[in-house]
């Protein structure tokens, strides 16, 4: 919940592969809250006031989960809202501001985009949502303690810079702090 609250205002790339995790989590604990507070939330939380705050939210993050059907797969409406707002802001940068530091970042990973896209289950998702699902599988298979080759932690390595690149200018949006019309 604080580092999700944390993650969401410094950097939007982050929180999204965060609510990503904490999805799973709860599927994995199958969507038992109690569960999730006793094996996952109580072991690392250094002060016991946060608990119900912390069970709050998972219950929140349960039920939303369970009334927008998405108990095998799929992210809650708010992650899929910022993924939007994120791909519009890819938009903005590509066609409307023409950044072309951001566009050479972006062409330079397309390839790598194109070929996670080829071999994974997520065919029909534009390129952004593909860099974070790709990012997300990285975690995972450090978390697994699985080995990632040379060639393979380059082409993460170039989805990753890609999407700083958008966070940081999501957070300027944000912030008003952004001429759509310089770059």
Not at 22 to 44: G, H, K, S, T
Not at 45 to 61: A, C, H, I, M, V
Not at 175 to 182: C, E, P, R, T, V
Request: hydrophobic content about 40%; aromatic content about 10%; glycine content about 2%.
């Amino acid at each position: 919940m604080l580092i999700a609250q944390q993650k969401k205002a410094e950097n939007i790339a982050e929180y999204i592969l965060y609510m990503f995790q904490i999805e799973d989590i709860i599927r994995a604990y199958d969507f038992d809250v109690d569960r999730i507070m006793e094996n996952f939330v109580l072991p690392q939380l250094p002060d016991k006031s946060f608990e119900n705050q912390y069970r709050d939210w998972y219950t929140g993050l349960i039920n939303q989960m369970r009334s927008q059907r998405i108990e095998k797969h799929g992210h809650t409406n708010e992650v899929k809202e910022v993924l939007v707002e994120i791909s519009y802001m890819h938009n903005t940068l590509m066609n409307l501001s023409q950044d072309s530091k951001y566009i050479t970042l972006f062409e330079t990973a397309m390839p790598v985009i194109e070929e996670f896209k080829a071999k994974s289950n997520v065919k029909d998702r534009n390129e952004i949502e593909v860099m974070f699902h790709a990012l997300y599988m990285k975690l995972l298979m450090r978390l697994k303690k699985q080995e990632i080759s040379a060639e393979t932690e380059d082409a993460f390595d170039k989805m990753r810079v890609v999407l700083a690149y958008l966070a940081k200018a999501y957070k300027q949006m944000k912030s008003g702090n952004m001429d759509f019309l310089k770059n």
